[in-house]
């Protein structure tokens, strides 16, 4: 019992932010056409609807289609099974660092389904201004970002201390 407490902000954000991301690339899939922008803030933020086969930016988009999936799946796999891996091995973490790990593991698991399911991530926070454009993203995406940033930020506030002779 105890240890469900310990993983419980865990499993939270991570149902909170798969629910989210699936919920909204649902509603762009079933309300958009593909490539339909719509303007919520003219010149700065739309909804577009895009299909990214690649990663972030668009990397490996130009590799086979079974070759980039089987690479993307077995990367999101890897990571989640480290995810994992750390969470049983290391039940006592700060719990921000239980918080990145799961924005990480939820948007690694959002991205996932889409390539499982279409074979591409459906992408749709669309942010630019005048001709400089930020490739277009999505829930699991940000998850993975803001992820990363409250790692780092652990990692920069409290560095792993070194053991002597090395």
């Given amino acids: 019992m105890a240890r469900l407490k310990d993983d419980l902000p865990f499993i939270l954000v991570v149902v909170s932010v798969l629910v989210l991301d699936q919920l909204t690339k649902f509603w762009i899939d079933e309300n958009l056409p593909l490539h339909t922008s ?67 593991f939820a948007g690694a698991c959002g991205n996932m389904m889409d390539r499982i399911r279409l074979g591409e991530v459906i992408d749709f926070f669309d942010f630019f201004i005048g001709e400089a454009h930020w490739p277009a993203f999505n829930v699991a995406d940000a998850s993975i970002t803001v992820g990363a940033v409250l790692l780092f930020w652990i990692l920069v506030k409290n560095p792993p201390k070194r053991k002597a002779g090395f």
Avoid: C, D, E, K
Wanted: charged share 5%; net charge positive; glycine share 4%.
């Fill in 38 to 104: 719509i303007p919520i803030i003219p010149g700065f933020f739309h909804l577009t609807y895009i299909r990214n086969p690649g990663a972030a930016f668009g990397i490996l988009a130009q590799l086979s289609a079974p070759l980039r999936s089987l690479f993307f799946l077995t990367v999101a796999a890897a990571a989640l099974w480290l995810i994992l891996y750390y969470l049983h091995y290391y039940p006592r973490r700060p719990i921000i660092f239980t918080y990145s790990l799961a924005f990480i």
